[in-house]
């Protein structure tokens, strides 16, 4: 089965740094895109950026360039998601998602996401 | 960027009732339109890609249409369970964008 396992619930204060996590199993991690997605509470999905595992190929939103940065490790056919100083409006669900193959190069699977609280 | 605007913001609808969500681009996207459903505290959830392709284990039920600019998702009857968030999404070769959503609630 084709899963996309998240990191843990995180609290930070407004200037830390974070990086979160989407562990893939049951498929070829690295011949697959893995995409972040933006959710704030109550709002609706923004696409943050993309990486290509085998050769970390990444590609970024215009909106989230230079805010973040997108990152795998093929060895433990993770991906990652990193800020290096967060703001309180980095306050949101972040989901990763494969993008499928073959016809189907949209989001087939979805983490379970990953709550980031900035707040003093 | 393309800019996808999803119409309208909620449908109150009924078990049974045919539902019909709009989802238009500020530029033709061609064919690289799909639509995802998401009920709350869950992630989204693959729903049709190609604009008309159901996904694995999606029902009949489910249909999309339209071509260039202007693109429909259609429910033709409602089951309890459909009561959710849909968006729709263009992708280009490697950048992505999502409408804002539309919600389906029970009248």
């Known amino acids: 089965e084709v899963q996309l396992e998240q990191s843990g619930t995180e609290v930070k204060k407004p200037g830390e740094s974070l990086k979160i996590s989407c562990q893939g199993s049951g498929y070829k991690f690295v011949y697959y895109w893995i995409a972040w997605v933006r959710q704030k509470p109550g709002k609706g999905l923004e696409w943050m950026g993309t990486i290509y595992p085998s050769d970390s190929d990444t590609k970024y939103s215009p909106s989230f360039q230079g805010q973040v940065t997108i990152s795998a490790d093929k060895s433990t056919s993770t991906a990652y998601l990193q800020w290096t100083s967060l703001k309180a409006s980095d306050t949101a669900f972040y989901y990763c998602?494969?993008?499928?193959?073959?016809?189907?190069?949209?989001?087939?699977?979805w983490g379970q996401g990953t709550l980031v609280t900035v707040s003093s | 960027e393309i800019v996808l605007t999803q119409s309208p913001a909620t449908l109150s609808l009924s078990p049974g009732d045919r539902a019909t969500l709009s989802c238009r681009a500020t530029?033709?996207?061609?064919?690289?339109l799909a639509w995802y459903q998401q009920k709350p505290g869950q992630p989204p959830r693959l729903l049709m890609y190609d604009v008309s392709y159901r996904a694995t284990d999606i029902p009949a039920r489910f249909s999309g249409s339209g071509s260039g600019t202007d693109f429909t998702l259609t429910i033709s009857s409602l089951e309890p369970e459909d009561f959710a968030v849909y968006y729709c999404q263009h992708r280009s070769s490697w950048l992505s964008t999502f409408g804002g959503g539309t919600k389906v609630e029970i009248k």
């Open positions: 530029e033709s996207v061609s064919n690289s």
């Open positions: 998602a494969r993008r499928g193959g073959g016809r189907n190069k949209y989001l087939d699977t």
